[in-house]
């Protein structure tokens, strides 16, 4: 079964089209990564080789979702809210379910001085119940040894993914909180004897304060983009690019 598409037609930025052009977070994340990569993407249907889904995640994903709201549903209080001394309980909304569905849905904000609307499928919402502001929640999943953070590079990232959240609900005049977010991290435990046909996790919740203050400045300057005639330079430290220069250089010399 083939996951790649070698040009995609349909769903790319028009630069003469009326209609709101749709950037979801994923795909701003790869503008911050490459504005060459994004350009290719977004304006030409040429995107890069996608990667196999990370199903055991899929599922860690949904049976937490599955957890939190039977506490939503009764109002309560999360046991590991109590754990970690958060005053909060799941946010009750209408439109939850579509905020998190996926892939066509999202929670999103028109920008209208780029005709841009800025989409992202979140996890879950809770609500600080002290001041009555919101904090987004993430779910990861991972196995290793040693406690889970968010501060390697690599992650940097998941971060921008919170912020580019917090900017939307912002911007659709929720009141979310200044100081925190929380990464639901799940460690599956490998230092068992045995398998058993079961998989124990450790579950720690990450606070991370958020500073969105870069995503306006970014959504300005992807559109600039997706605006040119010509792709972009790409970024120098961008793996795809280099691979792709490598390949060609390769041809050309046999």
Known sequence: MSIYYRRRSRNLFDPISPKPFTLSRS????????ARCFYLDRRLGIGRVPGLPFTLNSAVDKLLKKEFDTYRVAAAVHPLFEKFGINAIPFTHEELEQWRLTPNGGAAYWHTPTNL???????????????????IADYKATAKTGEVSIDAQWQAGYKRQMEIY?????????????TAA???YCNGKID???????????????????NDSWVEPAIMNAH???????????AKDCDWCAYFEARAGSQKGD
């Open 224 to 234: 600039q983009t997706l605006l040119k005639d010509q792709p972009p330079l790409a």
């Open 166 to 178: 917090q900017w939307i609900f912002r911007r659709n005049a929720f009141t979310v909180s200044n």
């Open 192 to 210: 068992g004897t045995s398998f058993d046909a079961k998989l124990e996790f450790d579950i720690k919740l990450i606070p991370y304060e958020g």
């Open 182 to 184: 929380y990464f639901v």
């Open 117 to 135: 609307l800025i989409k992202g499928v979140i996890d879950d919402i809770w609500l600080l119940r002290v001041d009555g502001q919101l904090v």
């Open 27 to 34: 795909k701003l994340e790869l503008f911050i990564e490459c």
